[in-house]
């Protein structure tokens, strides 16, 4: 079974642009969530989808979105990037609402660097 | 908000020795879960807990979800090289509160084991 997939896996950007992550779930999982990790900050929650509806949301800034594809297939957007954009995005995938149980399955990430 | 104070950051311990870290906060969870992260890999479930007072053991790891539901430690006996990384808490807060439905993360005990 293939576990969860984010690509790219790492990409540099400068300030000023956007970026657009992309993160195929788990077969079968219907919800997905975003983190954004840092070494200062942790884990933090960035928004779980479910069924193609943004079901939560952390306190993130709203150059932060998401979107999740009737194939559970989910992108994140950051737009206009800055320098403390820069971390490792990580998506996580669960069977029904992650949320519900904390149980998830998360991908490698995608490391994002921003100039 | 809700936050989970994990300790202690970093530990570096002798093969074969026991480790034992755990995760406070000022609020309840109704559920409180245990991740190991690696380098350059994603977080991956290693204990769940449901129930105030719960002892689960998955191996060489032992977990309790504390009875006040404002803590939780996890044990690793007999350490070997492989236990190398980082350890996190997390907690998911009851419903109605700010924070329902966030899985929301400690910051991390970052484990090494010298051979």
């Known amino acids: 079974k293939a576990g969860v997939t984010q690509t790219p896996r790492y990409l540099i950007k400068t300030r000023g642009q956007q970026v657009t992550l992309s993160c195929s779930p788990i077969?079968?999982?219907?919800?997905v969530s975003w983190y954004q990790q840092t070494p200062g900050q942790g884990l933090q929650f960035l928004f779980e989808?479910?069924?193609?509806?943004?079901?939560n949301k952390g306190n993130f800034p709203g150059r932060f979105s998401g979107r999740q594809f009737s194939n559970s297939r989910s992108e994140m957007n950051v737009s206009t990037l800055e320098l403390g954009d820069s971390a490792l995005y990580l998506c996580?995938?669960?069977?029904?609402?992650?949320?519900?149980?904390?149980?998830?399955?998360f991908g490698e990430g995608s490391r994002l660097t921003v100039l | 908000g809700q936050q989970l104070n994990q300790s202690p950051q970093s530990m570096f311990i002798q093969e074969g020795e026991d480790v034992s870290m755990n995760c406070t906060s000022s609020s309840i969870f109704n559920t409180w879960l245990w991740y190991k992260q690696e380098p350059g890999e994603g977080p991956v479930l290693l204990i769940a807990?449901?129930?105030?007072?719960e002892l689960t053991s998955n191996g060489r790891l032992t977990a309790q979800f504390g009875i006040t539901r404002k803590d939780s430690f996890l044990n690793i006996s007999a350490s070997i090289p492989s236990d190398v990384g980082i350890y996190f808490c997390?907690?998911?807060?009851?419903?109605?509160?700010?924070?329902?439905?966030?899985?929301?993360f400690g910051q991390g005990t970052t484990l090494q084991v010298k051979p």
């Open positions: 996580a995938s669960s069977l029904s609402g992650g949320a519900n149980t904390g149980e998830l399955f």
């Open positions: 989808y479910f069924s193609e509806t943004q079901r």
């Open positions: 077969s079968g999982h219907r919800s």
């Open positions: 807990l449901y129930k105030a007072g």
């Open positions: 997390a907690g998911l807060p009851p419903h109605g509160s700010s924070n329902t439905g966030k899985l929301i």
